[in-house]
């Protein structure tokens, strides 16, 4: 039975589909059988994994809409060594079609239930917005990875984001909790950075994974050549930081 966790963080910009592609990346590279589900309508997941969404058949969208199956609709990143649930434009008209359907914020939760014993993980790209597609990630997901950078407005929406996720446990998914936090585009030569760390450490404690993401330009570039950066340049800073969050993650769920 797959764990199932989502990357979430409704401030845009800090790192999400990074984070998720390249950790399903990172994770395939040590062995383990993955599913990234794009549940953004950018599409930015599917194409960094090297999916075209231009030419997508079937979509997540047909998935939450009872039109079709995970099975059906799931592609092989060629690229990345793992499965993708794609997404494209047309997910954003699911949040107002949605809207009537019955079980809403659990559609994605009962599509996942039939796939997942073919995986060890299945990672989550949420949108970034507290929407009813991302209240779907939440709802489908034993916990949470929260990226963020260290500076002072990541702060302010982290706790905006912890309390939405408390909501959701008590009155959803009782399943639910914080992973933990992941610093990204960590950059040691900046004083603010290393506050904001600290007081990332003080007020999370063991929360806080002990993997860094450095600022990297190749995990920049990966994205435009349809790659994950663990696979564009294994040798880079970046991905070693990812392959090493993915190793971190394994040994952090054996202990919960």
């Not at 034993?142 to 407005?153: L, T």
């Not at 600022?215 to 930081?241: C, H, T, W």
Request: some cysteine.
């Amino acid at each position: 039975m797959a764990k199932i966790f989502c990357v979430a963080n409704q401030k845009g910009g800090v790192g999400k589909t990074t984070t998720a592609v390249n950790l399903a990346a990172g994770l395939t590279r040590i062995g383990q059988r993955v599913m990234l589900v794009d549940l953004d309508p950018q599409g930015n997941a599917t194409m960094g994994a090297g999916i075209n969404k231009a030419t997508l058949k079937v979509s997540i969208y047909e998935v939450l809409l009872g039109m079709s199956d995970v099975a059906s609709a799931r592609l092989r990143s060629e690229n990345g060594g793992f499965d993708v649930l794609p997404a494209n434009r047309e997910l954003a008209g699911a949040e107002v079609e949605m809207v009537e359907l019955d079980n809403r914020e659990k559609r994605l939760k009962d599509a996942l239930s039939l796939v997942a014993d073919d995986y060890d993980f299945i990672l989550i790209d949420c949108p970034p917005a507290l929407s009813i597609l991302t209240l779907n990630g939440l709802c489908a997901a034993n916990g949470v990875i929260i990226p963020m950078q260290c500076e002072y407005y990541a702060l302010e929406g982290l706790s905006d984001l912890v309390n939405t996720i408390k909501k959701v446990h008590a009155k959803l998914n009782t399943d639910l909790k914080i992973i933990g936090l992941l610093r990204v585009m960590f950059d040691p030569r900046m004083t603010l950075s290393q506050q904001v760390s600290a007081q990332l450490e003080q007020h999370f404690g063991d929360k806080v994974f002990k993997t860094m993401i450095p600022r990297n330009i190749r995990l920049a570039e990966a994205p435009s050549y349809g790659m994950p950066g663990v696979n564009f340049d294994p040798g880079s800073k970046g991905a070693q930081a990812y392959i090493a969050f993915g190793a971190e993650m394994v040994e952090r769920i054996k202990t919960m």
